[in-house]
């Protein structure tokens, strides 16, 4: 445990320093706070565009679209975050070699260099949230005893997440560099199916059987539960109270974390068989 601890420790290091080196400090945070303000002033404008069109008004379902838009962040950066590391290492900097014939866990330094993309998604959806609230009247409630759930299911959404980032990250080992558009086109999946900009109940029966299917839908319900509560907005999840969803969450952490270490055992596997570990694509 103590070297996959130190390994995690050193990998998110890295991960920190090649994120957020290519400026300087003061001009990264202002970075991370205008990109999330930016991407809030863009979902003001859908939300303006859908309510003129429907020609209704209703703050609940705003709250509905902004924390939900909020949380898929994490989304985004850290199935990207996992993904491109095997990708950037092979075929950016060409250091795979070095880094996988070291006496360290591959599976652990990926999770470790995604680590940096979870922390700054953090930092986004806090600012997010904070300029929905200061700034277009976004009405959120917390109780301390919804903290202990809102932090499982962060943990366990996060989860989630990263076993999905390295499902993707075994497939990268057989692939070429241009299918870094799986890691883009996977979350845009998420966003339909999980209900992030429209309940589930806006989707067709076989659309909400899909969405029922990834946990995301749960994490995403959840957290809308405890930050936006008493909303009137059908999810087609309100037949579930809490504990169940959160039980369903982390089951499905289960079974994601099961998958991606099978997956990404048997990426390794067939690459290493076919000489594809260190092979780059310059084309």
Known sequence: MSTYWRTFKVAAWLGWEMDSNWTEPWLFVLYSILKPVAGAFILVLMYVVFATIGNTEDPSMFAYMYVGNAFFIFVASTLFGTFQVIQSDREWYQTIRYVYISPISYYVYILGRAASKVAVATFAVVVTLAFGIAFLGVEMGLSLADVPVLVAAFVLGIAVLLAIGICLGGISFLTAKHVHGLAEGIPGLFYVFC???????????????????????????????????????????????????????????????????????????????AGKIDMTTSY
């Open 195 to 273: 209900g992030v900009l429209f309940p589930l109940s806006a989707l067709p029966e076989w659309g909400r059987s899909v969405g029922q299917a990834i946990p995301l839908t749960y994490w995403f319900d959840l957290t809308r539960r405890i930050l936006v509560p008493g909303t009137s907005i059908d999810r087609t999840l309100n037949a579930y109270d809490d504990l169940t969803i959160l039980l369903l969450l982390f089951a499905s952490s289960l079974v994601f974390f099961a998958l991606s270490v099978i997956i990404f055992r048997i990426g390794e596997y067939v690459a290493r068989k």
